[in-house]
Structures are given as structure tokens and as C-alpha cells.
């Protein structure tokens, strides 16, 4: 087993990547140009202002991932985006976007305070972009982001090119968990996460064609579910084909053993229709596929990864007019 990248030995053992996107209820991106340090936010680009004011935030645990972006243009560019991506009530479609064009990144902590109060900030634009593509570049942080994330970013960027889809941005990206996973990427504003990428399977998540099985290998799971129900949620996919991405859905945990070996996961969703299910499902540890590995390139010791299959699923019908908002 090659002992150098962790995607490498995730790779090797056939991990199951499903179940690890992260929930995140605001993504606050901030552009700034490369290099990155390891801690992003201590970069030599981030003003101290920024700094503090992202320190202060963990420190009072405000729901917030902060990451810093960047495109080829970023370090040339004599403005910086700022976006705000907050998920919607219910959760049950995504996250609500809001875009601003700030004179520099000084002015980014001012703008996301006055965000948070509730208060309409200065430099909001209407953009026409409808999809913004993260992908993890974060080399100083672990290196599989580097030697994998890089060369995809590059190729991606053509393939959004070549299929003509103004539409989509794609950017460089701070870390965001799941580096065994390099190639990995978030897809906002539905905040889905993605891993293993390569061609195909990314011109298949652009144009929502082709063939859905891919799931099985690229997908990480839907931030705005629960862990465990992210992995119902990818039965689903493979169940509904591309359907399924014009759904609203929610999902909770029903009932779990104390070892947490068996899991009842509910997830609820609606169609454009208007019309409602349930969907219930067994969630059992999968012992042949829960792994012991190393999370990243610089973690010092194993992590036992557990991994769980579908033992039994059943969808029923709601006669309820709305539970997803």
C-alpha cells in the first residue's frame, strides 16, 4: 500500500466515500489570491482583520465555514468576490446565494457583519451565475489536494468551457475535508460534495446525463443531511436516476443502537408534483467495509472509518400537503 498519499490508500482499500460531506448551515467564501497556508487563514494575502474576525467566529462557535477562493484571474483582478451561500429553511433544496464585489478583501469583515445583523451590506450584485464549483487546490495543508486537486481544476475548467456553461464558475478552494478523497469538490447551491473525480463523471454532474451508477464511487453525500442519512440518500439517486436533483428532501434519525452497529434513518422528500414520501431505511455496520486508515497525509495515527450498507428500505406515500419547506 502506498504509504505517501492517503487517496492513494483510500483509494487502494475501495473505500466507500458516501456519508462524509460535512453540514454546514452558512459557507462564507472569501477570493484571495494564492499562495495558501496550511492554516488558510493565516496566509499572507488575509488581512489581520479577516484573521481575527474568522478566529472570533470558532470561537463562538457561529455556524460558519469560511473558505478562501480563487481562480486564475484572482491575483490580477482589482476587486474581490465575496460570497454568502446559507441554507434554506428546511434545508430540503440547498443553500440561497448573495454575491458582493468588494474594492478589496479589507472590506469583507465589515460586509459579513452587516450580513449577520440582518442589514442589507454595500457591494451586493445581481450575478447570473447559478452554480459556483468548489474544488480543493489546498496542497500546504495535505498534499493529495495538490497532486490530484490541481491537475482536475485545470481540466474541469475546459470541460465547463467546452460544453458552453456561462452559467457555472469554478474555483480554487481552501481546505474542506475529505482530502483521502482528492479530487474532491462542493457543488453549490445544492452543497452536495463529490470525491474521486476524474472526465467523465464530472461532465456527468454538470449536465445531470449519463450514467447515475457512477454515484456509487463519486459521491460524498449531500451536506444538508445528517451523516447516516446521507447514505440512504445516495440509494435514492441510484433508485429515482436524475430525477432525484429536482426533489426537495429532509431526513432524521429515527432510532440507533448504543454501539451505533444498526441505525433507522427517515428520509422524507417531495416531488415538483407536489406530492410526498417517506422513505425508511435500516442502516447496518458493514464490518468487510469499515476500514482503519489515516485520514489525511499528515494525520500521525489510524482512524477507524465505519461504513454501513442498507439492509432494508421502504418508500410510502404521504397524503401531507408540505413537510419540506
Known amino acids: 500500500m502506498n504509504q505517501n ?17 460535512t453540514n454546514n448551515q452558512t459557507y462564507v467564501l472569501i477570493e484571495c489570491p494564492p499562495p495558501w497556508s496550511s492554516d488558510a487563514f493565516s496566509s499572507k494575502w488575509v488581512p489581520d482583520n479577516l484573521r481575527l474576525f474568522v478566529q472570533e467566529a470558532k470561537r463562538a462557535k457561529l455556524p460558519i465555514k469560511f473558505q478562501l477562493i480563487a481562480n486564475d484571474l484572482s491575483h490580477k483582478v482589482d476587486s474581490t468576490t465575496l460570497l454568502i451561500y ?10 440561497s446565494r448573495r454575491e458582493f464585489k468588494l474594492e478589496n478583501i479589507e472590506q469583507a469583515v465589515a460586509t459579513i ?15 447570473t451565475t447559478k452554480r459556483d464549483i468548489l474544488v480543493c487546490t489546498h496542497g500546504s495543508h495535505d498534499k493529495c489536494c495538490a497532486r490530484y486537486g490541481n491537475p482536475f481544476y485545470f481540466h474541469a475548467k475546459n470541460v465547463i468551457s467546452d460544453l458552453g456553461l456561462d452559467n457555472v464558475r469554478i474555483w480554487k478552494s481552501s481546505h474542506f475535508g475529505g482530502h483521502r478523497f482528492a479530487p474532491t469538490m462542493i457543488d453549490l447551491p445544492h452543497g452536495r460534495y463529490y470525491g474521486n473525480l476524474e472526465h467523465e463523471s464530472f461532465k456527468s454532474i454538470l449536465t445531470r446525463t449519463g450514467d447515475v451508477k457512477r454515484f456509487k464511487d463519486i459521491y460524498r453525500g449531500w451536506g444538508v443531511l445528517p451523516r447516516s442519512i446521507q447514505i440512504v440518500e445516495r440509494e435514492m439517486i441510484l433508485r429515482y436516476g436524475w430525477d432525484w436533483f429536482n426533489y426537495k428532501a429532509a431526513g432524521r434519525i429515527v432510532e440507533e443502537s448504543p454501539d451505533k452497529t444498526n441505525v433507522l434513518a427517515e428520509l422524507t422528500f417531495e416531488k415538483p408534483d407536489g406530492s410526498v414520501y417517506s422513505c425508511q431505511a435500516k442502516l447496518v455496520k458493514n464490518n468487510s467495509k469499515t476500514k482503519t486508515l489515516k485520514a489525511s497525509c499528515n494525520a500521525k495515527h489510524e482512524t477507524v472509518l465505519v461504513k454501513y450498507d442498507v439492509a432494508d ?12 419547506s
Request: charged content about 25%.
Open 86 to 95: 446559507h441554507q434554506q429553511a428546511g434545508g430540503g433544496k440547498g443553500y
Open 313 to 324: 428500505m421502504w418508500v410510502t406515500s404521504r397524503e401531507m400537503a408540505q413537510v419540506v
Open 5 to 21: 498519499f492517503c487517496s492513494d490508500n483510500s483509494r487502494e482499500v475501495a473505500e466507500d466515500i458516501v456519508g462524509t460531506a
Open 113 to 127: 457583519k452587516k450580513w449577520l445583523w440582518g442589514k442589507s451590506p454595500k457591494y451586493e450584485i445581481d450575478a
